[in-house]
C-alpha cells in the first residue's frame, strides 16, 4: 500500500535554513522503521528554519529499504503519526 507522507529537503540561504516541502508516495512494505528527528524539531523551535510550518510540528526519519541499501528520508509528523497513516488500510466494499 502506498502512503502519502510530506518529505521535507533543506537548503542553505544566506546563511539561514530554508524548508522545502513536497509530497512522496512511500510503499509501507519497505518502512523499514521511523524515528523522531530531534535536530529539525529543535532547529524549528529555536526559529532558525525559514518556514511557514508553526513550531508545534514535529519531523520525522523514515528508513525505506531500498533494494541493497537503506535511504533515510525527512518528513513532516511524529513518528506515531507516520505509524498511523501506515496502517490505516482501505477496504473496498462491494455492494
Known amino acids: 500500500m502506498l502512503v502519502e507522507l510530506v518529505q521535507v529537503t533543506w537548503y542553505k540561504e544566506r546563511g539561514k535554513p ?3 516541502l513536497g509530497k512522496v508516495y512511500v510503499n509501507t512494505k519497505h518502512i523499514v522503521s521511523v524515528r ?5 524539531d529543535t532547529l524549528l523551535r529555536e526559529g532558525r528554519l525559514i518556514t511557514e510550518l508553526d513550531p508545534s510540528h514535529n519531523f520525522s526519519v523514515v528508513a525505506i529499504n531500498s533494494g541493497d541499501h537503506t535511504q533515510d528520508i525527512r518528513v ?4 506515531a503519526l ?7 488500510e482501505k477496504i473496498l466494499l462491494k455492494g
Open 18 to 20: 530554508h524548508l522545502q
Open 36 to 40: 523522531p528527528d530531534k535536530e529539525m
Open 76 to 79: 513532516v509528523g511524529s513518528p
Open 82 to 88: 507516520i505509524a498511523e497513516k501506515c496502517s490505516k
